[in-house]
């Protein structure tokens, strides 16, 4: 399967514990972005990165979230200290290098529950 | 701020139905609108629309975009149960995030 892999697929933890999810994007693309989906609600744009630099982040990213993509390749999210308020699907996205605009390819998600 | 707002946000029907989705947008340095197709899981590129008035068509879906009017319209023709999921507009602006609406919930009956 080459589509955008993500794990784990579902994540339940206490509050105030710290979490990590895992982003493989499609090979060769270089642009990845992380989105957080409540219910009732379209994603909404956490982060993104060209290759390893993070080059744009949300309002939303309090500093509780930290992302990283150190080769350029998988992505990291992580929370720290989580909220009930964090719980929401996280989703990842990669798209291709070439072109000015460019559809963007999500994957399977990672399902937050904090109890 | 973006922003996108499609409507109906739900659309019951019968199959063989044919609808018209809804999106219109604000965004500032317009640069492409997406339709995703979102079931129990991530959501699924159907189309990216960049000129006005040019038609992009995939089976009995459809799809145009209106810049003047600062929209777009899905149509789906001779609806199937399998065409029930939240259909997802968002755009592209000056950043590259996406920036959504909150989707139209469709639901199919036979």
């Known amino acids: 399967d080459t589509g955008v892999s993500q794990n784990p697929r579902h994540k339940i933890t206490k509050r105030g514990q710290n979490v990590t999810f895992r982003c493989d994007p499609i090979?060769?693309?270089?642009?990845l972005y992380w989105y957080r989906q409540t219910l009732g609600q379209g994603p909404e744009f956490l982060t993104y990165?060209?290759?390893?630099?993070?080059?744009?982040k949300s309002r939303l990213l309090s500093d509780r979230f930290s992302a990283e993509r150190p080769k350029g390749s998988f992505s990291t999210l992580e929370i720290q200290r989580t909220e009930q308020g964090d719980s929401a699907m996280y989703l990842c996205?990669?798209?291709?290098?070439?072109?000015?605009?460019?559809?963007?390819?999500f994957g399977p998600g990672t399902r937050l529950t904090v109890t | 701020e973006d922003k996108v707002v499609q409507s109906p946000l739900s659309l019951v029907v019968h199959e063989g139905d044919t609808v018209t989705l809804n999106c219109s947008y604000e965004?500032?340095?317009?640069?492409?609108l997406l339709w995703y197709k979102q079931e129990k899981k991530a959501p699924t590129f159907l189309f990216m629309l960049?000129?006005?008035?040019i038609e992009k068509k995939s089976g009995r879906l459809s799809s145009i975009l209106d810049k003047k009017e600062l929209s777009s319209i899905l149509n789906i023709t001779a609806t199937q149960t399998g065409d029930s999921a939240i259909y997802l507009c968002?755009?592209?602006?000056?950043?590259?995030?996406?920036?959504f609406g909150k989707g139209t919930k469709l639901t199919v009956n036979p």
């Open positions: 996205a990669s798209s291709p290098r070439d072109g000015s605009s460019y559809e963007q390819y």
């Open positions: 090979s060769e693309h270089n642009r």
């Open positions: 990165f060209q290759n390893e630099a993070q080059l744009e």
């Open positions: 965004v500032t340095n317009f640069r492409s």
């Open positions: 960049t000129s006005s008035g």
């Open positions: 968002a755009t592209q602006g000056g950043s590259e995030k996406l920036v």
